[in-house]
């Protein structure tokens, strides 16, 4: 799907993208996930959101500005042939000790190493 057709979703809490990934983890395709500029309360830390995307098999590229207080990054499923960075492969052991992995992450990582 381009970017320009992927549809919205917006997360204030980490809770709000858990929740999405899981109910649409396998059936989303590229979305446009808006969220807050640090100046505002409901600013997420793009790092936390790397690392949850990652626990479900998703990856972000794309970012954008929305108005003066939001962004929206396009977050997608991982494709099977994308590479593993050394920092990517940090994360996924990290999310592994600190039982964040879900199943459908773990299916992406194993499906990178076949």
């Known amino acids: ?15 709000d993208l858990r929740d999405w990934l899981a109910r649409h983890h396998d059936s989303a395709g ?12 409901d600013y997420l830390l ?22 003066e207080m939001r962004m929206k990054h396009l977050i997608s499923p991982r494709k099977e042939t994308s590479a593993w960075s050394a920092v990517n492969k940090a994360i996924i052991r990290r999310m592994r000790e600190t039982g964040r992995m879900q199943p459908a992450g773990e299916a992406k990582v194993a499906a990178a190493k076949a």
């Open 1 to 15: 799907m381009a970017a320009a057709e992927a549809g919205h979703i917006e997360a204030r809490t980490l809770d």
């Open 30 to 41: 590229s979305v446009w996930l808006v969220t807050f500029k640090k100046a505002h309360p």
């Open 46 to 67: 793009f790092g936390d959101v790397v690392e949850e995307l990652m626990c479900w098999g998703w990856v972000d590229s794309s970012v954008r500005r929305v108005d």
